[in-house]
């Protein structure tokens, strides 16, 4: 079974700059996550989508991040314009369901480091 | 508003040596709790995950409790290995939200 799928796993642009994450869940999973991980701090979760709509956007900093899983699959993370505080590796995350099923586990992509300079 | 913290936030062991990490949850109404792993410049991979009706959950030579009473669970591992050095993260489900909660993360060396 092929995991989750992130590109670029690398990205260095400068501040005010705009960049673009790609997510491709795990086939049949209806929920995708975004999390945004500082170095040295625990996964912080951004935004969340159940099938192709938002469930829970309330920490997405929406006056520069943007996200959309159109048609319930893949889905894109994009930042404009980039502020030094945004160098993090961002995350994205899949379940075949909700977490509050039974023995339902969440599994995550590689990444994307993104550095602002 | 959940709080998830992991004590301590770094461990080095000789190889061999058995092995407990904390994390400890603010939400009583916990509906299950993962625990990661995390190498450098990877990103999770899940090694256990344990229900809040559940007291326990083993997967080789790791053991997870979970003790909802106390806000804590702890993740056991036997008989340590340099393989086994990384950053390993907890993280819950509350009952009221679909998502997850992490910890900070306890970063592990195992020394050969």
């Known amino acids: 079974e092929a995991g989750v799928a992130q590109s670029p796993r690398y990205k260095i642009i400068e501040k005010r700059q705009s960049v673009a994450f790609w997510c491709n869940p795990i086939?049949?999973?209806?929920?995708l996550y975004w999390y945004q991980q500082i170095l040295g701090q625990g996964p912080k979760l951004l935004i969340q989508?159940?099938?192709?709509?938002?469930?829970?956007d309330s920490q997405l900093p929406k006056d520069r991040f943007s996200a959309e899983r159109l048609k319930g699959v893949d889905s894109t993370l994009k930042i404009q314009p980039a502020k030094l505080e945004d160098s993090a590796v961002y995350l994205c995350?899949?379940?075949?369901?909700?977490?509050?099923?039974?023995?339902?586990?969440?599994?995550f992509g590689q990444g994307t480091r993104l550095t602002v300079v | 508003k959940q709080e998830v913290t992991q004590i301590p936030a770094a461990l080095s062991v000789p190889e061999g040596e058995n092995l407990v990490l904390n994390c400890s949850f603010t939400?009583?109404?916990?509906?299950?709790l993962q625990w990661f792993r995390q190498d450098p410049g990877k990103g999770l991979t899940s090694l256990l995950l344990?229900?809040?009706?559940?007291r326990e959950q083993t997967s080789g030579r790791l053991n997870a409790s979970l003790d909802k009473s106390s806000g804590r669970s702890t993740l056991y591992i036997a008989a340590s290995q340099p393989g086994d050095s990384a950053t390993y993260l907890c993280?819950?489900?509350?009952?009221?939200?679909?998502?997850?909660?992490f910890g900070g993360g306890t970063r592990l060396m195992v020394k050969p």
């Open positions: 344990i229900q809040s009706s559940q």
């Open positions: 995350a899949s379940s075949l369901v909700d977490l509050r099923h039974l023995n339902t586990e969440a599994f």
């Open positions: 993280a819950e489900t509350n009952n009221a939200g679909n998502m997850l909660t």
């Open positions: 939400d009583s109404a916990i509906y299950n």
């Open positions: 086939s049949g999973h209806a929920t």
């Open positions: 989508f159940q099938n192709n709509g938002v469930v829970d």
